[in-house]
């Protein structure tokens, strides 16, 4: 990051007011700046040292604070912010800055940034469902504020509805998401593969990878956040939605492969991060029960979704991946011609730190016009902005 950005954070008195630490601890350990506004309801829920021990900042709390006697607490605060969020948001907040209530520290502030909002509500499922709080937060939208939804589960109140605060990762990812001022890959469709897939061999047992998703789903995100209307085709994997992304799951190779199909003429990219399993079986109709002298699997190759794209790809531009343990070159020039891609990223999955299952990559980048390019080690969120620089490129061309 080459400028540290600054988040100002919005502490309201909601139960969930103590997720904030999280909050506060995970923006830091990105590499965000972050101060906290911690409303008079807020500090009966978690305490201002608590957020300045994570912030490493001091925490404002009252309008007319002689801490800094000469600065004009919410135009210093308003000015220092790249996104201004308020998570938990309570119904109260929400009323007073859907109607331009200026009456604490935090709505003064809200009222004179200038940055983009994001907003997590968090109350009681009948609070939020209540007309004048939808008719709220509608304004809200219409003047442009990120939501990130809440959740639905247990309440604190005991009832179980809609009003959970979302999920801390999801409120970083919206607050990203405002963050990416650079929206080059806006008005484009990018749909995006993830995870690995199942072949069944019997009900209880399934042919299957490594593989878990994370590179694709880090692609899907940081499309998103680049202003990309992005789709997710995803198998099975334990990873939550990314932030603005619609999201539709597989199990099988032949689902994936009529899901790719079915959107192959919407989108304007095709990036092809999944792991499909490259053989099936036909499924047995009951457990195969165990043998002392075993079992033997007649396996068959499943169908080849990027042979099938290309057949009919158009203008779409197409970028797969191929995991390999050998010959990465060899194979990945092969399937870049064989497959009529316009870029393959090939990496090394028996390498330390790359791959399957951890949170770093690094890939070499074959195109079609001979260029091949290496990524270095890289986060699989950084690398996969360093993809989508070329895709961006190749649509601009």
């Known amino acids: 990051m080459s400028a540290q950005k600054c988040i100002v954070l919005g502490v309201t008195g909601s139960i969930a007011a103590y997720k904030a630490a999280e909050l506060v601890s995970k923006l830091g350990k990105i590499g965000y700046a972050v101060r906290v506004i911690l409303t008079a309801g807020g500090s009966e829920f978690i305490t201002p040292l608590t957020l300045e021990t994570l912030s490493r900042a001091p925490v404002a709390c009252g309008q007319f604070s002689r801490n800094a006697p000469y600065e004009v607490a919410h135009i210093a605060l308003a000015k220092r912010a790249d996104v201004f969020a308020v998570a938990p948001a309570t119904a109260d907040f929400i009323a007073k800055a859907a109607n331009g209530i200026a009456d604490d520290l935090l709505s ?16 009681n499922e009948s609070m939020l469902a209540r007309a004048a709080t939808q008719r709220n937060i509608a304004t809200l939208k219409a003047d442009g504020c990120i939501f990130a939804e809440p959740e639905t589960g247990l309440l604190a109140c005991g009832d179980t509805g809609r009003g959970r605060l979302a999920p801390v990762g999801d409120i970083v990812a919206a607050i990203e998401s405002a963050l990416q001022r650079e929206k080059d890959l806006s008005g484009k469709r990018i749909l995006v593969t993830a995870g690995p897939t199942r072949e069944a061999v019997d009900p209880v047992r399934f042919l299957s990878n490594r593989s878990s998703g994370k590179m694709g789903f880090a692609i899907a995100r940081a499309a998103a956040n680049r202003g990309a209307e992005v789709r997710l085709i995803a198998g099975p994997v334990a990873l939550a939605t990314p932030f ?36 099936t079986i ?31 790809k158009g203008n779409c531009i197409v970028m797969g991946f191929a995991a ?17 891609l316009d870029f393959i990223a090939a990496n090394d999955v028996s390498a330390a730190n790359m791959g399957f299952g951890v949170d770093t990559n690094a890939v070499t980048l074959f195109c079609k016009d001979g260029q091949k390019v290496d990524s270095g080690l890289k986060s699989k969120r950084e690398l996969a902005d360093w993809l989508l620089n070329y895709i961006a490129a190749a649509l601009d061309g």
């Not at 003064?108 to 109350?123: C, D, G, K, N, S």
């Not at 002298?293 to 169908?303: F, M, N, Q, R, V």
């Not at 390999?324 to 009529?340: D, M």
């Open 108 to 123: 003064t502030t809200y009222l004179a940034t200038t940055a983009p909002i994001v907003i997590a509500p968090a109350m």
């Open 244 to 279: 603005g992304v619609i999201r539709q799951d597989v199990t099988s190779s032949a689902q994936l492969c009529e899901a790719v199909l079915g959107a192959a003429n919407w989108c304007d990219a095709l990036i092809m991060a999944a792991a499909p399993a490259d053989f």
């Open 282 to 312: 036909d499924a047995a109709r009951h457990k195969i029960k165990k043998q002392g002298e075993g079992i033997t699997l007649s396996l068959k190759p499943t169908a080849d979704i990027l042979a099938q794209v290309a057949g009919r």
């Open 324 to 340: 390999e343990t050998q010959k990465l070159e060899e194979n990945a020039l092969q399937k870049i011609r064989k497959k009529n």
